[in-house]
C-alpha cells in the first residue's frame, strides 16, 4: 500500500522541526493537498498543532507504546481515515537517533530513525543554521551515514541569519551531496509559548495557535521547495501492511453503554484510539468539557477522564460545583471511572487547596520535580481496566504528586517500586498515560465493566 510520505527530524532538540513540520502541513493543506498528520513518540501537544495545520487529527506512531509491529498499521489508519490523504508528514522525536531509556530495549529503540525504518519513509532534517557555517557539511554527513537503514532525503535549514549566511551553508551541503529543501530564516515572533511540561497545546490558544499555524504554513511555503518535498515523498516504497482497524482488535459488548470522555482546554491529552476502541467495543461516546458543562450527559454509564494541564484551570473546575457533584455521583454508584494523570488529580479532593469532585480522598499539588519517562508496568490490582497481572507499555509526564488515600489500593507497579495510582471500587486513577492500540483489552474490559454496573444498577431500581 502507498502513501507518499516523509520524516520531519532534527540533530536535537530544540532546533526547529515542530515549526517546520506543523508549516510544511499548512503549507501544502493550503495548495489544497489532504494531509495526514502524525507524530514520533507519546507527546499530546504537537499533534494539536499538527491537527490545526491538517484539519485532521494528528495521530501518534511509538513503538514502545504499541509495538513494531501496529506502526505501519496505525500509520496506514491515520494516512487513510477518514478519507485518504494525499501524503502523510511525520514529526519526530528529540535528536534523529535518540531513543526510550530503557534498560528493556536497545538503545535507539523509539527513536525517529526506528520509526523511520519501520514506515520506509525518507528523512527531511531540519538543521538550526544559526551558530555555524561550513561545519554543517560535516554534520549533515554524519547523520545521513550513521545509519543505512536511514534514507536522508534532504535538509532544510533553520534560523538562518543572511543571504551570505545561507549561500555558504548551501554551498557546504552541495559539497556533501545533500540536497537542501529550503532555508528559513531567523523569526522569533513565530515563537510558540511554552509552560512548564512544554509547547502550550492548540486547544487553549485558539486563535492565536491558528494565526500561528497560518503564518508558519506562509513562512515555510515562501522558504521551502514544496514541489521538491513532495516529489521525496512519492519516492517511498510501498508499506507492506494494512491499515489497523479497532473493530478486529475487540469484540462489541452488547448493550450499547454512554461513555463520557471529559474534553475541552483543561483535557487535551488523548490518542484518538482510544476512543475508537471504545466505539469498536460497543460504546457509545460522547464529549464532556468539565470546564463549560454543569452535568454529565444524560445516561451517562461510565467516565474517562485524561491527561491536560488541570492546574492551569484548576479555579475554573473548582467553580463548577455541579459538574464536580455530578461526578462525585457517578462514582459512588459503582459506575466505571477510568482517569489519568490531570484525571486523576481532578477525582481528587483538592488540587492546590481548591476542591475538586472528591472521588478519590488524596490532596494534590504542584512538585518542584518534573516526572518523565517510559515506564513498563504490570497492574496489581484488577480493575475496571485491566485485571492483575496485566502487562502494560506507557509513560509518565507530570510535575504534580498525590498523597496516597487511604482506602484505595495500587493501580500499577514498575522497576521495582512501590504501587502507583488508585484503585477504589469501579475508580482506576494512575498518572501512567497509556495508547490503548498497544492494549486493546482495556477498551473492551472498560466497556464490559460499564454494561455490567448499568445493569445491577438497573436490578437495584426495580427491586
Sequence with gaps: MTVPRIVVAAPTSNAGKTSVATGLIAAL??????????KVGPDYIDPGYHGLAAGRPGRNVDPWMVGEERIAPLFLRGALHPRPADLAVVEGVMGLFDGASHPSVEPGFSSTAHVARLLRAPVVLVVDG???ARSVAALVHGFATFDPGVRLGGVVLNRVGSDRHEAILREALAAAGVPVLGAVRRMEQLHTPSRHLGLIPAAERSDAALATVRRLGEVVAASVDLDAVLALARSAPPLDARPWDPSAEVTPVPGRPRIAVAGGPAFTFGYAENTELLEAAGAEVVTVDPLREESLPAGTA????????????AAELSANESLRADVAALAARGAPVAAECAGLLYLARDLEGLPMCGVLDVATAMSPRLTLGYRAAVAVTDSVLAAAGTRVRGHEFHRTHADPPSGAAGAWRWSGDGAEGFVAGAVHASYLHLHWAG??????RFVASCVTAERSENVRAHR
Design 302 to 313: 461510565g467516565l474517562v477522564v485524561g491527561g491536560g494541564f488541570p492546574e492551569l484551570h
Design 439 to 444: 492494549s486493546p483489552q482495556l477498551a473492551q
Design 130 to 132: 544559526s551558530s555555524q
Design 29 to 38: 493543506a493550503a495548495r489544497g493537498l489532504t494531509v495526514s498528520p502524525h
